[in-house]
């Protein structure tokens, strides 16, 4: 699982699975530019594994957050971020090559902009929201030419919800 130091700040999410047993959590991936995540965060769960990524590493925060168990890797990019696609290969070298992202619009829309993206897989409830602040942060788009295509693979209901599975044309398939 991955997510960005937007969520963790704003609703403090725990990020593992609870509705079924399980021996193992899976492993969560922090997008933490300058190393925020609070020592209280939710997101510490004993036994597992925490990667967090940062473009600024002040040493005494790293240390501390590596005493909560997490693993600090310095990872820095453009503009005082992540290099996100260096963060994809660094993780392939821990043997982790299926992420799951559970951002908010802007760290979603760098990693659709960076061609960083597989599929989505959304679930859709059936509620008008009004303006929001969307999925992912692209655009504004001039022509609809500019949009990234998808193609629908699976659609289901999930109780009231609709899970839709749709993929980037040409992406790898895993
Ligand atoms: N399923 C859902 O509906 C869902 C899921 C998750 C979150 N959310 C919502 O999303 C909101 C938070 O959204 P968010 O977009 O602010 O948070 P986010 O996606 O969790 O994190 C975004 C942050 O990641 C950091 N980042 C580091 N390197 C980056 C890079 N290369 N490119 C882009 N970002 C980079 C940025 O922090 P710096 O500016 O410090 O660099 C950026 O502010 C919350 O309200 C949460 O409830 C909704």
């Known amino acids: 699982m991955l997510t960005g130091i937007g969520t963790v700040l704003e609703d403090d999410p725990r990020l593992d699975v609870r509705l079924v047993d399980t021996p193992r959590q899976p492993h969560l991936v922090v997008v933490d530019s ?21 473009a600024v590493v002040d040493e005494a925060k790293k240390a501390a957050l590596e ?14 971020k992540v290099d ?15 992420l799951h992202v559970e951002a ?8 659709v902009r960076e061609g960083l993206v597989d599929e989505f897989l959304v679930y859709l409830a059936p509620k008008l929201l009004g303006a929001g602040r969307g999925m992912v942060n692209i655009g504004p788009l001039s022509e609809l030419t ?29």
Do not use: W
Not at 104 to 111: F, P, Q, R, Y
């Open 67 to 80: 005493a909560r168990g997490a693993t600090v890797i310095h990872c820095p990019g453009p503009g005082g």
């Open 104 to 111: 908010g619009h802007k760290l979603n829309g760098s990693l």
């Open 146 to 174: 500019q949009a990234v295509p998808l193609t629908y693979r699976e659609t289901s209901l999930v109780g009231p919800d609709l899970r839709i599975l749709a993929r980037i044309p040409g992406r790898d398939s895993f």
């Open 34 to 54: 300058r190393l925020e995540t609070p020592l209280d965060a939710k997101l510490f769960i004993p036994g597992r594994q925490l990667y967090i990524y940062a």
């Open 84 to 98: 996100l696609a260096a963060m994809l290969q660094n993780l392939a070298t821990r043997e982790i090559n299926e």
